[in-house]
């Protein structure tokens, strides 16, 4: 009995693999159709398939092959120039990258005018105002500063650094202008 039943199995198994052909021939003919069209190789199958073969080249040889030395025509060594960029900075670093502006204007130079009793003999005498003025500022600067507040003509100035570390700066009128009357604005 036992070859009976050994027989049906073997017609099973004939008609599976029937089955399972049919659809390999199909897929087959498919594959046909599709490599009958002309092949294009894009650029990046181009790149890979020249660096496969560099590789293989490499590989045939060995890779401890001897390099041409360079001739060297000096003792010294100079590292090559490269491109060197100009800054570009994203925000400036700090404020004084900024534009500068004059921080000696004129209403910094002149900080107030002296009223001591030896200045107001100076208005009378000398036709001459006194002033406190920035530690900074030099005699142009003093003058062009008097000018442009008062509105007058200033002949020459005097100045003296204090002990107390303040700059005052004697300002002699010109003679068509009185100091008295420019004190007394």
């Known amino acids: 009995m036992a070859p009976k039943k050994s027989a049906p199995k073997k017609v099973a198994e004939k008609k599976e ?12 003919t498919a594959k046909g159709a599709k490599s009958m ?12 398939l020249s660096k496969a073969m560099k590789a293989k080249k490499a590989v045939v040889k060995g890779g401890h092959l001897q390099k041409k ?19 570009n900075p994203k925000f ?18 002149v ?7 030896s200045a107001m003999k100076k208005i009378e005498d000398n036709n001459t105002l006194v002033f406190i003025v920035d530690l900074k500022a030099n ?25 107390d ?3 005052k700066a004697y300002v002699r009128l010109a003679s068509d202008y009185d100091a008295l009357d420019v004190a007394n604005k």
Request: one cysteine or more.
């Open 69 to 87: 030395r360079r001739v060297r025509t000096s003792v010294h060594f100079f590292l090559p120039k490269t491109l060197k960029q100009a800054r």
């Open 37 to 48: 069209k002309p092949k294009t190789a894009s650029s990046k199958d181009k790149a890979a």
């Open 111 to 117: 900080k107030h005018p002296l009223t001591t009793e």
């Open 139 to 163: 005699k142009p600067q003093i003058k062009a500063a008097v000018k442009k507040l008062y509105n007058i003509d200033v002949a020459k100035v005097n100045t003296l650094i204090r002990p």
């Open 17 to 28: 693999t029937a089955v399972a052909q049919q659809p390999k021939q199909q897929t087959e």
């Open 165 to 167: 570390g303040l700059k």
């Open 92 to 109: 400036p670093r700090n404020s004084s990258s900024l534009e500068k502006r004059c921080k000696l204007d004129h209403f910094a130079i």
